[in-house]
Nanobody, 115 residues
């Protein structure tokens, strides 16, 4: 079992920045890929960014150049820096971890971009 706890969401103005964090605990040795997903009202959950154990990253086209995902395997911590926020970034953001044949989710953290 893996437990994931997100933090760092909140309210930001357009053009502003936020940093999300995801702390992992439990059977962390089994985790390979971690990522951030988001779900806006009335929309499906979508992958925002992912990072492998070795640090390889991938991003959704909508956030490339604005968001940066990082991972500290020693601290069991994943973060995502979100810059140049747009209204359309408003969503609940979920931390995700793939561990073997299992997928784990955090409880989600709200990010609201509003002027």
């Amino acid at each position: 079992q893996v437990q994931l706890v997100e933090s760092g969401g909140g309210l930001a103005q357009p053009g502003g920045s936020l940093r999300l964090s995801c702390a992992a605990s439990g059977s962390i040795f089994s985790i390979n890929v971690m990522g951030w997903y988001r779900q806006a009202p009335g929309k499906e959950r979508e992958l925002v960014a992912a990072i492998s154990t070795g640090g390889r990253t991938s991003y959704a086209d909508s956030v490339k150049g604005r968001f940066t995902i990082s991972r500290d395997n020693m601290k069991n911590l994943m973060q995502m820096r979100m810059n140049s926020l747009k209204f359309e970034d408003t969503a609940v953001y979920y931390c995700n971890a793939a561990a073997g044949m299992y997928t784990y989710w955090g409880q989600g953290t709200q990010v609201t971009v509003s002027s």
